[in-house]
């Protein structure tokens, strides 16, 4: 599978944006998907995850409740949905895919995650 994310921009304080992971190869409910974010000078972190199989979804404690994820089957594309956007939410945002059924405490870790999109960037500025 190979994934591709958009819906990246600026955006001002309060705000909300809709990121998509659009996959192409294969199938995307074959496969756990994630949502990370990395920051200038920061580590990748987990935003959200969603096992297949049970369709188990994990928060990251940063954006919880502010974030959800849905998927159009028809179209093979996973949504981020991000409301309530703060200054600190700028970061280049990144959807994985692994063909794994991850364990709870994995499903954040981006070391669980073999496939990657490459990475849309939202700006959270006045």
């Known amino acids: 599978v190979q994934l591709q994310a958009s819906g990246g921009g600026l955006v001002q304080p309060g705000g909300s944006l809709r990121l998509s992971c659009e996959a192409s190869?294969?199938?995307?409910?074959?496969?756990?998907i994630a949502w990370f974010r990395q920051a200038p000078g920061k580590e990748r972190e987990g935003v959200l995850g969603r096992r297949r199989g049970d369709g188990k979804v994990v928060y990251g404690s940063s954006m919880k409740g502010r974030v959800t994820i849905s998927r159009d089957n028809a179209k093979n594309t996973v949504y981020l949905q991000m409301n309530t956007l703060k200054p600190e939410d700028t970061a280049v945002y990144y959807c994985?895919?692994?063909?794994?059924?991850?364990?709870?405490?994995?499903?954040?870790?981006?070391?669980?995650?073999?496939?990657w999109g490459q990475g849309t960037l939202v700006t959270v500025s006045s």
């Open positions: 190869g294969s199938r995307l409910d074959y496969y756990s």
């Open positions: 994985a895919a692994t063909s794994g059924n991850p364990i709870v405490s994995s499903i954040l870790q981006p070391i669980t995650y073999d496939v």
